[in-house]
Structure formats: structure tokens, C-alpha cells
């Protein structure tokens, strides 16, 4: 048979909307690319942005594969792509296949390329320290608030040794109180100084290398000053003019159109130096119908006009020359002193990194950069550094990838396209510009739109959309097919409007509508629309609920109240009547502020309701909730408990009592009791060996002497002295704690004061993953929410504003201004920008700024299966603006939605039409271990000691016969092998555990045992030997057999025993060794006993 199919093009970009199969799409790809050969798997790096994500893929790709080694018929589907890709490979041929491949992906895991961008990137950067100056054993630093604290206190450090520095700050503070702000100028430099650590920074900080800093600054201080005044003395000039005509024509406010509204009462603001008001004054040029109604002026009007209009055209010619340096000036001006010492933490920077032998994440993209630039052409000096070589990309979530991201990736892929063979296609790029929403990390959607494509060339690229909707219920998928082709096309009329606007005619027609931005907006939606999958239910709710507003102005704070009483009362109404059960329902929110207004109302509901119901006998749905903030690992009392109590062993000042209280009060909440008053009297003058009334008696008396102890053993003895590991809602936090404290240990014992300030800094922010727990009511952020899908979704706060990034920095390029110099600066996002030299990019921030507004509605929306319920700010009776996201939704569900039998009800746009068929709720412990206790030892020391001190401790006691045997008991499970004996021997010599007139007596013996025939030919096996190898079981205890071979088809067992008899007790651990082996999955093990001074080799 000759298969001889068309080439394919090498690279695959693949639009996935939500819920659209995406997963299934990057597994199907990488296993098609899988099976070409065994060792494929060293060849293919797949690239995702989380390490949740990273660890979703690997275990989906290797259950696929071991269901395929199986030949189960629950993936069929994939077995069909893989032998369309692989048409010589019949079904028994797959099967061999996937079998040899899921092995040795198994015994080469660390070859499994499938990782973070940021783990990538960390890998070659690790591979080039040498040639980046690094120092090899660097530390990875992510707290950048850290960070941005010592450099700030630096920064005061430096100011002695810096004169002109500190003069410059004495300015800065000068120029604040002229203002009527605050001297303190640290928030707003804390806040600028974030910059220093993104991408966009990098132009600036190269173009001020080459410049005198000092001398640069003070002359933009000049510069920038000079102008805002020049602009700001000609326009007084003018506009004083423009008064002095219309003061001496006589006419009053009272004679013209509107009265006092009309624009001439801003007149005299604009001559006293208000340029903003100007924009009311341009209404009335060449319009006489603006003075007077209809236009027939009086005599005393009609001379006015024609005197004053030829001044207020001076005026208008003016600003139009000159407004847009002027607003540039402005802009820079604002954060010049801030860019100074920004500039000066840029420097103070590179000294902490040397310092702390530290790079920062933000940094790594940077110097991967300057690898891949140098190896553009070909890459092949990066693999062999990295001693990999990768020929096949896979990028998934790449709508989020940033454009440093996208340039140090690009020429690795260039690359690998020039050597593709056709036979697949060879490359994927996965993503969904819809669901960009994590701007905040440099991610551009743009590349995903548009830029890739441009830079691989047409002729590389496959354009792949996934049309149908494996999640969501038929009605979720008609009311988000309607939203998502309506708004867009409302958010492109309002911004193409706005740049007409506030910018001008020229700036669309020359820039905006030439460069195709005018339909942008509809083009990123273009696939938006979904197909209904074979699988989709039919029916699914939609609530929308448009809440009553007085007035047009601050609407969403109107509706707040009023949205969280309606969502207690759905939320109540749902799980009283069995509807959905509280882990069926997830409340998104655009912020942490917002997750928490909606917990404390809820906790306060939910209080209410238990009152009325002891009292009145009502009935309420009864639901625990969960959020970010109660997943917080020190929010848990437990915790606290333990960190208080570090705390007040380290404390020796008058805090001391406050952590006597802490500890104390934490305790009792433990126990289920109240502290005694009487307590709190006698706590400052009684010393915690004392305290035995009120904390564990061992814990007192052990009180100074375990702060002796290793911080991992120490917090074992504290959970156990404290009882917390009998707390099961306890447990998960414990787990976490744990782990933390041994991830803090393992660059060895720091002691207890360093470990309570990296608490202090990062540890108390870390949390649990939000999975842990799925039987209450979530609430998240719609940025955590995303990759997530839940039974109903609600979203209360549907207000967010469109343009929501006021006041925000962004940078601007440079080019082609007076500040050229700078290559780019951060400025203040203002709208007055619209009509500066900087338009063209204050309005791609406008643009940025709607589609993140847009993309956070999706994400939102698209996360539900079955129910949808919104409520928004409602719209006031005179003219309202589209300004928040709730008008563009009114908007568009005023058109009739296809498919959907729903009207307006009121205010509100209701579909209810509940499942007939419902999947099946997960319970919190489906498919999960559940511990009821934390299985700590009396001792960690003991459970994990090594037998060589125990042969230490035994030496000490028990007879000749004992003795012998405890030393050959050692030695031969340190070795079996003859030639290694003698110096095995020398080094237990060394420990002190033999004397040099045993060497040659324990030397024989030992060469006695191992001259036993049975003995022998077990050891002469092919298998891999682990010897001494702890095996700790589910609780925690732990077990270790002196030998363990392991072969392709058995494990073998050998325990060695140097007694005059076999004992019962012997034959019991050796099975009991067997069992745990069996337990880890080991089919076929054997036990045996071999008894040295009887020379026997015994089968358990």
C-alpha cells in the first residue's frame, strides 16, 4: 500500500472558545506527534502558562496513552486520529506502541517537555549562567513587593551620599504641598516603580545609559515647564481678549441662548488659565443661532458676534497649533520627579540582585532574549547547552503570551519550521483572543490576531477554529452567541465615535481607519459563535436582572445594596428548595474588594436567617462559602496557632504578651471553650512554663527546650501537643504548612526567626488551590475563574466600567518628539492625551482597555453549564452614556436573541428553563482520599533515622554474639559487592563503629555469608538494587527493608537476620515489607530471610 498524502503545512494556529474542546485538541496533537517514534517525546516542548494547566496536559496525555496501551475502548476517538496520522500502524502495532511509549516517558520523566513559559525560559537561563554572569546557584525571587521595599529603603540609605538626589526629593515634596497634596511622596513612587519590572521599561532603561542622568532630568524640568507656561501665558492673552470684547458689548447672559448655561459664562475661567472649558466655547464659532435662539440676533448680539467670533477662531487656531506639545509636556511633566528615582531604583536594583545572588522573574525574559538574538540563525547552540533539542512546538493559552515572550520564542520556531519534513503538521498554537484577559502580565491578543501569522508568513500557517460547545446547556450557548456578535460591534461604534471626538477627523481617517482599527473589535469576535455539540442538553436559565437607579451618576454604588440582597435571597431560595446544591454555584467578582463585600454580606445573611430560624421557626437554605480569602493557609486558626506560638518562643520584649494571648486564645477556640477572664489578668507576669492551666501542660514544660529542635520536628511536636491533627477541616492547611516549612528548610536549618520573616513576607499570602474544597458556594475572581466551569454562575457587580484603567500608567513611544531622547516614557492615562502628540497611543489604550472590558464579560458568562444570573445598574431616565458593561448588555438583549423564547419582564430579561437532565453533583470526597487525622510520628527524627544510627545507639549495649551481628547486619546493607567490602569496612572504622582489631574477624564473616550458593544467585540477577530505602506508609509511619532488587517481572526482598533461631516476628515483617511493595503497584514480589550465622537462605 503507498500512502503518499499532500504536504502539510507546518504550523497549526487553532482558536478555541471557551468550552470548546481545546484540552482534547493539544492532546490529540501531541500524541499524533507521539507515536512518529518511542523517543518523540525529547523533541516536542508543549508551553502553557500555569503550573495547574502544566500538570492538567502531562496527566491527561498519559492517561490517554495507558488507556491506549490497554486498548480501552474509552478512547477510541484518539485511536482513531493517531492511525489517521499513522496509517501503518494497526490496532495491536498502536497498542505495542503507546505500551513503549507511556514506559519510557515513565523512566525519563524529566525529558517530558511539557511547562510553564516561565519554567522554559529558567531551564535555558540555567544553562547559560556562565555566559550571562550569573552565579549558578542564583535564586529565583517572585515577590516583587519585596523587593520594591528594599530598594526604597536603599533609596532613603542613599540619599546622605547623593545631595542632588535629596534635593531633588526636597523639590518633589515642595512641589506636592504646593498642590495642596501630601509630602509623602512613597505611594506614588511605590506605584511607578512597579514599572521597572515589565518589559516596557526596558527602551527607557537602555536610552539613559548613554545619558548624563542628573544633567537630563533637570533640563526636562526646564523644558517641560517652559512650555506648559508659554501654552498656558498666550492662551490668558487670548481669552482675556475674547472677555474684554464681550464685557464691553454689554450684553448679558440673560440675552443669550440658554442663559446662564450658556458658554460664555466660562469665559472668565478661561482667562483666569482653565484650558479644558475651551471645548464649550467652540460650539459657538461661526453659529449665530448659538447666541441667540434660531439666530436672529439683536443689534447689541448680532455686534458682539461679529467682534467676538474672529477672536474665539484665534483662539481655536490656537489650541489646534499648539495643544497637542502642550498636553505632551503635561503628561511627562506629571511623573518627571517620580522617572528621576525611578530611575534611581533601576540602579539600586542590579545592586540587590548581586547582593542576594537573586534574579528576578521579571528579568528572565530580558536575558532570554539576548541567548536567542545571538543565535537567531540557528539555534542548535541553546539545545546543546540545554542538552535538548527540540523540533516541535506546542503553545496553548497563547492569547496571554507578551511580545518579549513572542520575540524569544519566534526565531526557535523559525527554526524549526525550515526543517519540517510536511509529513505533519508539525507545530500548534492554541489560543482564544476572547479570553485575554491578563493584560496586567504584558499579555497583547494582537499576536494571536495578527502578529504570528504576519511573522511565520501565510504560506506556514493552517487557520483552525473549534465551532462547537462541549459545555454549556443549548440556551447558555444561544444567549452568548447573541451578546458576543452584538457587543462588539456597539464597543467598535463607541470608541471609532470617541476618536472622532476627542481626537479628530485626520487622526481616523489617516491612522485608525488606514491601519483597519475601525472594525478591530468585530474581527476579534469574528468566531465567536458556537455550534451546539451532539452532546448539548437542552434548556438552561438565564436571569438578567437591571436594578433601579435614581440618576445617571455613580450607578453601580446605587444597585450595590440592592444586588446583594437579591443574590442572598436567589442563593437562599435555591438550596432551600434543593434546586442546585451550594457546590453547583460560583459567584465571580472583578476584584478581591468585591469577593469580600459579597462574603461578609452573605456570612451576615446567613446569620440572620439562623436567628430567625430559632426564633420564628424559619426555614432557610442553610450553605457554607468559599472563597480566595478562606483559603488563605494562615486564615486557618490552626495555622495561626502554630506560627503564634514560633512567634512568642522568639519574642523577648514587651510583645511577649501579646503572643501569650494569641496562643492562648487560639487554643481554647481549639478545645471548643472560653478563655476564664481572670486569664488575661495574671498573662504578663506569669512566664509560659507556668501556664499550664491555660496551654498543654508538655508544651510548658518543653517550652525552651524545643526551640532547640529542627523547625520540621518542632512543628510536628506542636500539632501533636495541641491536638490539631484530630481536626479533620483542619488537615488540608496543616498539609500546607508542612510542606512550606520543608520547602523553607531544605538549603538546611535557618532557625525559627528566619522563617517568621519569609512568613511575614510570602508566606502568609499563600493558599490552598481553590479545588480543595467543592461542597459550598465558591467566590472567585473572574481571573481565577478562568480554564473553570460551574453548574450557575453569578455575577452581581456586572458594573465594571468600559474605559476602567482612568489615572493608570502606560507607556508611550518617544519617536519623533522633543523627548526623542527617552525612547519611551510612562504617562498618566488621561483623556486630555486624545488631543496630544501622544493621541495614536492613548487611543490603543482606550482600545486595550474596552477589550479587556469585553473579554472580562466573557470569560464570565462562558463559564457556566446550566444557569446564567446577572445583575447591573439599571439606566436613569435622562440621556445615559454607555460607560459600564451592564448599558452594553441592555443594549444588545433589545434585539430579539435567536433560538431563545425570552423577553423583558420589567426590567428583566428571564429564561428559566431548568434541565431535564442533570449530570451527576460531585460530592467534596468523590475520587479523593479523606484523612481524619493528621498522621504525625512521636518523633521525625525516628521515622526517618538512618540505621546507622541505631547501630551507634545498639553498639552501646548487648553481648559479642549481638554486637557481630548488628555490625554485619550493617555493612552488608551497605554493600553486597566483594571488591567493595574492605572499604566499606574502613569507613564504618571511621564512624567509630569498629575497631581496628574486628576489621579482619567481621571482613571473613562477611565474605562467609555472601559465599552462599542460594544466596549468590539471587544477588547475580540483572536488578536494580535499592538498598535501605524508606518506604513511609499512609500513616506516616515508616518502614525499611535491607534489600530490594527490582526486575522486569519480580521484586525481591531480602531481610538479613544475624540470630541463632528463626523467629515468627522476622517472617512478619518481611511480609508485612511484601504488602507495601504490592500496595505501590509491584505485581509479583518475593520475600526471603537470610540468616547469617546459620548460613540459610529462607522463602517468606
Same mark, same amino acid.
Given at each position: 500500500?503507498n +500512502?503518499?498524502p499532500v504536504l ?5 494556529i ?9 484540552t482534547?485538541s ?15 517525546y ?7 502558562f500555569?503550573?495547574?494547566?502544566t ?5 491527561r496525555i498519559?492517561s490517554?496513552l495507558?488507556?491506549?496501551a ?6 477510541a ?5 493517531i492511525q489517521?496520522?499513522?496509517?501503518f500502524l ?19 520523566y524529566?525529558?517530558?517537555?511539557i511547562?510553564?513559559?516561565?519554567g ?5 537561563i540555567r544553562s547559560f549562567?556562565?555566559e550571562l554572569?550569573?552565579?549558578a546557584?542564583?535564586?529565583l525571587?517572585?515577590n516583587?513587593?519585596k523587593?520594591?521595599?528594599?530598594l526604597?529603603d536603599k533609596?532613603n540609605?542613599?540619599?546622605d551620599?547623593?545631595p ?7 523639590n ?5 504641598v504646593s498642590? @495642596?497634596k501630601?509630602w509623602n ?9 512597579s514599572?521597572?519590572?515589565k518589559?516596557?521599561?526596558q527602551p527607557f ?6 545619558l ?5 532630568f533637570?533640563k526636562l524640568m526646564?523644558d517641560?515647564?517652559?512650555c !506648559?507656561?508659554d501654552?498656558?501665558k ?6 482675556n481678549e475674547a472677555l #474684554?470684547?464681550w464685557?464691553?458689548s454689554?450684553?448679558? *447672559?440673560d ?6 448655561r450658556?458658554?460664555f459664562?466660562k469665559?472668565?475661567?478661561?482667562a ?7 471645548t464649550d ?6 453659529c449665530?443661532e448659538?447666541?441667540q435662539k434660531?439666530g @436672529?440676533l439683536t443689534?447689541?448680539?448680532?455686534t458682539? +458676534? ?5 477672536v ?6 490656537f489650541f489646534n497649533a499648539?495643544t497637542?506639545? %502642550?498636553?505632551m509636556?503635561?503628561a511627562?511633566n ?5 522617572l ?10 542590579k545592586?540587590?540582585r548581586?547582593?542576594?545572588?537573586t534574579?528576578?522573574i521579571?528579568?528572565?525574559q530580558?536575558l532570554?532574549?539576548g541567548i536567542t538574538?545571538?543565535?537567531q540563525?540557528?539555534p ?5 547547552k540545554m542538552g535538548?533539542?527540540?523540533?516541535n512546538?506546542?503553545f496553548?493559552?497563547?492569547?496571554d503570551t507578551?511580545a518579549?515572550?513572542w520575540?524569544n520564542f519566534?526565531p526557535?520556531l523559525?527554526?524549526?519550521l ?11 498554537i ?7 484577559i ?5 499579555g ?5 490576531l495578527?502578529k504570528?501569522k504576519?511573522?511565520?508568513g ?6 483552525q477554529s473549534l465551532?462547537e @460547545?462541549y459545555r454549556?446547556a443549548a440556551?447558555?450557548?444561544d444567549f452568548?452567541n447573541?451578546?458576543f456578535?452584538?457587543i462588539?460591534?456597539? /464597543?467598535? @461604534?463607541?470608541?471609532n465615535n470617541?476618536?472622532l ?7 481616523y481617517?489617516?491612522?485608525?481607519k488606514a491601519?483597519g482599527?475601525?472594525h478591530?473589535?468585530p474581527?476579534? %469576535?469574528r ?7 451532539g452532546?448539548t442538553?437542552?434548556?438552561g436559565?438565564v436571569?438578567v ?5 435614581e440618576?445617571?451618576? %455613580?450607578r453601580?454604588t #446605587? ?6 440582597l437579591q443574590?442572598s435571597?436567589?442563593?437562599n431560595?435555591w438550596t432551600?428548595s434543593?434546586?442546585?446544591q451550594?457546590g ?10 468585591e469577593?469580600r463585600?459579597v462574603?461578609?454580606h452573605l456570612?451576615?445573611?446567613q446569620?440572620?436567617?439562623k436567628i ?8 432557610f437554605?442553610?450553605?457554607e462559602?468559599?472563597?480566595?480569602e ?6 486557618n486558626?490552626?495555622v495561626k496557632l502554630l ?6 518562643m522568639v519574642?523577648?520584649?514587651?510583645q511577649?504578651?501579646?503572643y501569650?494571648?494569641?496562643?492562648v486564645? /487560639?487554643?481554647f ?6 478563655v ?6 495574671s498573662?504578663?507576669e ?8 491555660? *496551654? ?7 517550652f525552651?527546650?524545643?526551640q532547640?529542635?529542627?523547625l520540621?520536628?518542632?512543628?510536628? #511536636?506542636?500539632?501533636?501537643? %495541641? ?6 477541616q483542619?488537615l488540608p492547611?496543616l ?6 516549612l520543608a520547602?523553607f528548610?531544605q #538549603?538546611g536549618?535557618?532557625?525559627?526567626t528566619?522563617f517568621?520573616e519569609w512568613w511575614?513576607?510570602e ?11 467543592n461542597?459550598?458556594v465558591q467566590v ?10 460551574f453548574?450557575?454562575?453569578m /455575577?452581581? +457587580?456586572?458594573?465594571w466600567?468600559l474605559?476602567?484603567m482612568?489615572?493608570?500608567?502606560f507607556?508611550?513611544d518617544?519617536?519623533?518628539?522633543p523627548?526623542?531622547?527617552?525612547k519611551s516614557?510612562?504617562?498618566?492615562y488621561?483623556k486630555?492625551l486624545?488631543k496630544?502628540?501622544f493621541?495614536?497611543?492613548y487611543?490603543?489604550e482606550?482600545?486595550?482597555? /474596552?477589550m479587556?472590558a ?8 462562558t463559564?457556566t453549564r446550566?444557569?446564567?444570573?446577572i445583575t447591573?445598574?439599571g439606566q436613569?431616565k435622562?440621556?445615559?452614556k454607555t460607560?459600564?458593561v451592564g448599558?452594553?448588555i ?11 423564547n425570552a423577553?423583558?419582564?420589567g426590567e428583566?430579561f ?6 431535564t437532565e ?8 468523590e475520587g479523593? !482520599?479523606q484523612?481524619?487525622k ?5 518523633r ?16 552501646l ?6 554486637h ?11 554493600t ?14 571511621q ?9 579482619e ?7 562467609n555469608?555472601l ?8 544477588l547475580?540477577?540483572?536488578y536494580?538494587?535499592l538498598?535501605?530505602?524508606?518506604i513511609?506508609d499512609?500513616?506516616g509511619e ?6 530490594v532488587?527490582?526486575g522486569?517481572?519480580?521484586v525481591?526482598?531480602i ?9 515468627p516476628?522476622?517472617?512478619t515483617q518481611?511480609?508485612a515489607y511484601?504488602?507495601l511493595?504490592t500496595?505501590m503497584?509491584y505485581e509479583?514480589?518475593n ?8 548460613q540459610e537462605?529462607v522463602?517468606?
Amino acid at each position: 500500500m503507498n +500512502f503518499n498524502p499532500v504536504l502539510q503545512k507546518p504550523l497549526k494556529i487553532l482558536q478555541a472558545s471557551a468550552g470548546s474542546g481545546k484540552t482534547f485538541s493539544l492532546t490529540a496533537h501531541y500524541l499524533t506527534l507521539l507515536f512518529d517514534n518511542e523517543l518523540k517525546y525529547r523533541e516536542v516542548l508543549a508551553v502553557t502558562f500555569t503550573n495547574k494547566a502544566t500538570e492538567e496536559m502531562k496527566s491527561r496525555i498519559l492517561s490517554v496513552l495507558c488507556s491506549l496501551a490497554l486498548g480501552e475502548e474509552s478512547v477510541a476517538v484518539f485511536r482513531k486520529i493517531i492511525q489517521e496520522a499513522h496509517p501503518f500502524l494497526n490496532p495491536k502495532a498502536l497498542q505495542e506502541r503507546a505500551h513503549q511509549i507511556y514506559r519510557r516517558i515513565l523512566h525519563d520523566y524529566s525529558r517530558f517537555a511539557i511547562n510553564t513559559i516561565d519554567g522554559f525560559v529558567q531551564q535555558v537561563i540555567r544553562s547559560f549562567t556562565f555566559e550571562l554572569g550569573l552565579d549558578a546557584g542564583y535564586k529565583l525571587e517572585m515577590n516583587q513587593d519585596k523587593v520594591k521595599k528594599a530598594l526604597t529603603d536603599k533609596l532613603n540609605e542613599r540619599l546622605d551620599e547623593k545631595p542632588e538626589l535629596l534635593q531633588w526629593i526636597i523639590n518633589l515634596a515642595l512641589d506636592r504641598v504646593s498642590e @495642596n497634596k501630601s509630602w509623602n511622596y512613597r505611594r506614588e513612587l511605590l506605584d511607578l516603580t512597579s514599572e521597572i519590572f515589565k518589559e516596557r521599561y526596558q527602551p527607557f532603561e537602555n536610552a539613559l545609559k548613554a545619558l548624563d542622568v542628573a544633567t537630563l532630568f533637570q533640563k526636562l524640568m526646564v523644558d517641560t515647564r517652559g512650555c !506648559i507656561a508659554d501654552f498656558e501665558k498666550k492662551l490668558k492673552v487670548l481669552a482675556n481678549e475674547a472677555l #474684554q470684547v464681550w464685557e464691553k458689548s454689554g450684553v448679558q *447672559l440673560d440675552e443669550l441662548k440658554g442663559k446662564s448655561r450658556h458658554p460664555f459664562s466660562k469665559l472668565p475661567k478661561l482667562a483666569a488659565g482653565g484650558d479644558a472649558v475651551f471645548t464649550d466655547l467652540k460650539k459657538v464659532i461661526d453659529c449665530p443661532e448659538e447666541y441667540q435662539k434660531g439666530g @436672529n440676533l439683536t443689534a447689541s448680539v448680532g455686534t458682539l +458676534f461679529s467682534r467676538l467670533n474672529p477672536v474665539l477662531i484665534s483662539i481655536q487656531n490656537f489650541f489646534n497649533a499648539e495643544t497637542g506639545q %502642550y498636553e505632551m509636556a503635561k503628561a511627562i511633566n506629571t511623573n518627571l520627579y517620580y522617572l528621576r528615582l525611578m530611575q534611581e531604583m533601576a540602579a539600586l536594583l542590579k545592586d540587590y540582585r548581586e547582593e542576594n545572588q537573586t534574579l528576578l522573574i521579571s528579568d528572565a525574559q530580558y536575558l532570554l532574549k539576548g541567548i536567542t538574538a545571538d543565535q537567531q540563525d540557528n539555534p542548535s547552540f541553546i539545545w546543546e547547552k540545554m542538552g535538548s533539542r527540540y523540533k516541535n512546538f506546542l503553545f496553548d493559552e497563547f492569547q496571554d503570551t507578551s511580545a518579549f515572550q513572542w520575540d524569544n520564542f519566534l526565531p526557535l520556531l523559525q527554526n524549526a519550521l525550515a526543517e519540517a519534513t510536511g509529513k505533519f503538521t508539525d507545530h500548534l498554537i492554541v489560543g482564544d483572543v476572547k479570553q485575554s484577559i491578563y493584560r496586567w502580565r504584558n499579555g497583547d491578543w494582537r499576536i494571536l490576531l495578527q502578529k504570528a501569522k504576519a511573522d511565520i508568513g501565510n504560506h506556514n500557517v493552517i487557520d483552525q477554529s473549534l465551532e462547537e @460547545n462541549y459545555r454549556s446547556a443549548a440556551n447558555i450557548i444561544d444567549f452568548n452567541n447573541h451578546l458576543f456578535q452584538e457587543i462588539p460591534n456597539l /464597543l467598535q @461604534n463607541l470608541i471609532n465615535n470617541k476618536i472622532l471626538e476627542d481626537g479628530s477627523e485626520d487622526l481616523y481617517n489617516n491612522w485608525w481607519k488606514a491601519a483597519g482599527l475601525e472594525h478591530i473589535i468585530p474581527d476579534a %469576535y469574528r468566531q465567536s459563535f458556537q455550534k451546539k455539540a451532539g452532546s448539548t442538553l437542552p434548556g438552561g436559565s438565564v436571569e438578567v436582572l437591571f436594578l433601579p437607579v435614581e440618576n445617571n451618576v %455613580y450607578r453601580a454604588t #446605587q444597585v450595590r445594596e440592592a444586588a446583594l440582597l437579591q443574590l442572598s435571597e436567589k442563593l437562599n431560595d435555591w438550596t432551600g428548595s434543593g434546586r442546585y446544591q451550594a457546590g453547583q454555584i460560583c459567584i465571580l467578582v472583578r476584584s478581591n474588594r468585591e469577593a469580600r463585600e459579597v462574603i461578609a454580606h452573605l456570612m451576615a445573611d446567613q446569620q440572620m436567617r439562623k436567628i430567625k430560624q430559632e426564633t420564628l421557626g424559619e426555614t432557610f437554605g442553610a450553605y457554607e462559602v468559599l472563597s480566595g480569602e478562606a483559603l488563605l493557609i494562615n486564615n486557618n486558626s490552626a495555622v495561626k496557632l502554630l506560627v503564634s506560638t514560633l512567634q512568642l518562643m522568639v519574642t523577648q520584649n514587651g510583645q511577649s504578651v501579646l503572643y501569650k494571648g494569641l496562643c492562648v486564645q /487560639l487554643y481554647f477556640k481549639q478545645l471548643g471553650k472560653s478563655v476564664p477572664a481572670s486569664a488575661w489578668t495574671s498573662l504578663k507576669e506569669t512566664p509560659v512554663t507556668k501556664l499550664q492551666n491555660l *496551654l498543654p501542660a508538655e508544651l510548658c514544660r518543653n517550652f525552651y527546650a524545643w526551640q532547640q529542635l529542627p523547625l520540621n520536628e518542632l512543628a510536628e #511536636q506542636l500539632i501533636t501537643v %495541641y491536638g490539631l491533627g484530630e481536626q479533620q477541616q483542619h488537615l488540608p492547611y496543616l498539609f500546607a504548612f508542612r510542606d512550606m516549612l520543608a520547602r523553607f528548610t531544605q #538549603q538546611g536549618e535557618l532557625g525559627i526567626t528566619r522563617f517568621l520573616e519569609w512568613w511575614d513576607e510570602e508566606g502568609q499570602l499563600k493558599a490552598l488551590p481553590s479545588g480543595s474544597q467543592n461542597d459550598a458556594v465558591q467566590v472567585m475572581t473572574i481571573h481565577k475563574s478562568k480554564g473553570l466551569a460551574f453548574d450557575v454562575v453569578m /455575577l452581581p +457587580f456586572c458594573s465594571w466600567d468600559l474605559d476602567g484603567m482612568t489615572n493608570s500608567i502606560f507607556w508611550v513611544d518617544t519617536k519623533d518628539t522633543p523627548y526623542e531622547e527617552l525612547k519611551s516614557v510612562p504617562i498618566n492615562y488621561k483623556k486630555a492625551l486624545g488631543k496630544s502628540a501622544f493621541s495614536k497611543a492613548y487611543f490603543e489604550e482606550l482600545l486595550f482597555n /474596552l477589550m479587556d472590558a469585553l473579554n472580562m464579560l466573557y470569560v464570565a458568562t462562558t463559564r457556566t453549564r446550566n444557569h446564567l444570573y446577572i445583575t447591573a445598574p439599571g439606566q436613569g431616565k435622562n440621556d445615559c452614556k454607555t460607560s459600564i458593561v451592564g448599558d452594553l448588555i441592555l443594549e444588545a438583549l433589545k434585539k430579539p436573541v435567536a433560538g431563545l423564547n425570552a423577553s423583558f419582564i420589567g426590567e428583566n430579561f428571564v429564561l428559566d428553563e431548568p434541565l431535564t437532565e442533570k449530570a451527576p453533583v460531585k460530592t467534596a470526597s468523590e475520587g479523593k !482520599i479523606q484523612l481524619k487525622k493528621y498522621p504525625v510520628s512521636q518523633r521525625l527524627s525516628q521515622a526517618l533515622a538512618s540505621k546507622k544510627v541505631w547501630g551507634k545507639l545498639d553498639l552501646l549495649s548487648g553481648d559479642a554474639a549481638q554486637h557481630k551481628g548488628i555490625i554485619l547486619h550493617e555493612l552488608l546493607a551497605r554493600t553486597m559487592d566483594v571488591a567493595k567490602l574492605q572499604k566499606v569496612i574502613n569507613e564504618m572504622q571511621q564512624e567509630g563503629l569498629i575497631r581496628e582489631a574486628e576489621k579482619e574477624g567481621i571482613k571473613i564473616n562477611a565474605l562467609n555469608v555472601l559465599q552462599n550458593k542460594a544466596l549468590k544467585a539471587l544477588l547475580s540477577k540483572p536488578y536494580q538494587d535499592l538498598s535501605e530505602q524508606t518506604i513511609i506508609d499512609s500513616k506516616g509511619e515508616s518502614y525499611r527493608p535491607d534489600k530490594v532488587l527490582i526486575g522486569n517481572e519480580e521484586v525481591l526482598i531480602i531481610d538479613f537476620k544475624f540470630t541463632s533461631d528463626q523467629r515468627p516476628e522476622h517472617f512478619t515483617q518481611v511480609k508485612a515489607y511484601q504488602k507495601l511493595l504490592t500496595d505501590m503497584g509491584y505485581e509479583q514480589v518475593n520475600g526471603y530471610l537470610y540468616y547469617g550465622f546459620l548460613q540459610e537462605l529462607v522463602t517468606v
